[in-house]
Structure formats: C-alpha cells, structure tokens
Nanobody, 129 residues
C-alpha cells in the first residue's frame, strides 16, 4: 500500500523558515518523480515544486522560486521542502504527490496532476505575526 506522510508544518512568523518532510512507503521511491502541492483556504490546488526520480531535474512555481528548495533522500525514502523567507500568502496545507513515472526535463510535467497517482494528507503551514 502506497503511503505518503508529511510532517514539519506549523506556525511561523513572516520571514521565517520551515522544513517539510514526506515519508514514503509501499513503492520503490527512487523510481518515481515527486512533487509538492499546496492548497490555501478557499483556493484550488497549487503546484509548488517537482523533482525527478534521481533528483537531477528540479522545478519551482514562480511564486516560490528563490525561496523554497526541494530535495530527496532516496536511501531514506524521504522528500523534503525547505521553505525560507515565508510570506503570509504561503499559508496552506502542503502535500507531497507521487508521480506515475520517473520524471521529465519539462516543468509542465510536474505541474500536471494527471501525471500523479497518490497524494499525502498534508501538513498545515501558517505564516502569521
């Protein structure tokens, strides 16, 4: 059974940092690309960042570029999202998603939810003073 369990969310002041983790199990983690997505209150699902199976190809949404860093440790079956310089508009539930394939050279692949088949329950990130 595929399981994706996020952790690391919380309340942080504007300008602060958080590191999210996504523990994966039930599949060969190193074989598949992964993405982070988020959903703010009253808004739709927004793609945040994606990473290929081997970690070579990495892409970010314009809204987080330069502030967030995605990474993965295939030996630990874990995906990460380092979030710096957080803003109130980053407040959302953050979830990781498993791709159906190993990844792509193109950012559009990671932003298309049709290329993903499992999502975690998410972890809440609140940025507020």
């Amino acid at each position: 059974e595929v399981q994706l369990v996020e952790s690391g969310g919380g309340l942080v002041q504007p300008g602060g940092s958080l590191r999210l983790s996504c523990a994966a199990s039930g599949f060969s983690f190193s074989t598949y690309a992964m993405s982070w997505v988020r959903q703010a209150p009253g808004k739709g699902l927004e793609w945040v960042s994606g990473i290929s199976s081997g970690g070579v190809n990495i892409f970010y949404a314009d809204s987080v570029k330069g502030r967030f860093t995605i990474s993965r440790d295939n030996a630990k079956n874990t995906l990460y999202l380092q979030m710096n310089s957080l803003k109130p508009e980053d407040t959302a539930v953050y979830s990781c998603a498993k791709s159906k394939f190993g990844g792509s050279y193109y950012a559009d692949y990671y932003a298309d939810r049709n290329n993903f088949d499992y999502w975690g329950q998410g972890t809440q990130v609140t940025v507020s003073s």
